[in-house]
């Protein structure tokens, strides 16, 4: 297990489906390491060997959706997402699209 996942798992308390997500992040990468100019198409074949129920990115580029239950922490898993790329990959700019909260709408 990659050591910026026990820390962020540890730092932030994931719940289990947080820190399994991380874990499918931390997987994903391995098999399809961050960077430009890699082709789409055979990333997307090496990830759905793990996991099938990868069908498309949606863009030109790896693009992934964790759904997880009402009220599990999906912002905190945002987070540790973010926490993640950064200490583990060096990325340091990100854009997060999703839905409003009802309070926002």
Same mark, same amino acid.
């Given at each position: ?10 730092? %932030? ?29 055979? %990333? ?62």
């Amino acid at each position: 297990m990659n050591r910026h996942v026990n820390a962020i798992a540890g730092r %932030l308390s994931l719940r289990h489906p947080q820190r399994r997500s991380l874990e499918i992040l931390d997987r994903i990468t391995e098999i399809a390491p961050p960077g430009k100019g890699a082709d789409v198409a055979i %990333l997307l074949k090496a990830i759905r060997s793990e996991f099938p129920s990868v069908t498309d990115f949606e863009r030109d580029f790896p693009s992934l959706c964790f759904a997880l239950a009402t009220g599990v922490g999906k912002t905190r898993l945002m987070g540790a997402f973010i926490s993640y790329l950064h200490l583990a990959h060096g990325i340091d700019n990100f854009f997060c699209a999703g839905a409003e909260p009802d309070h926002l709408q």
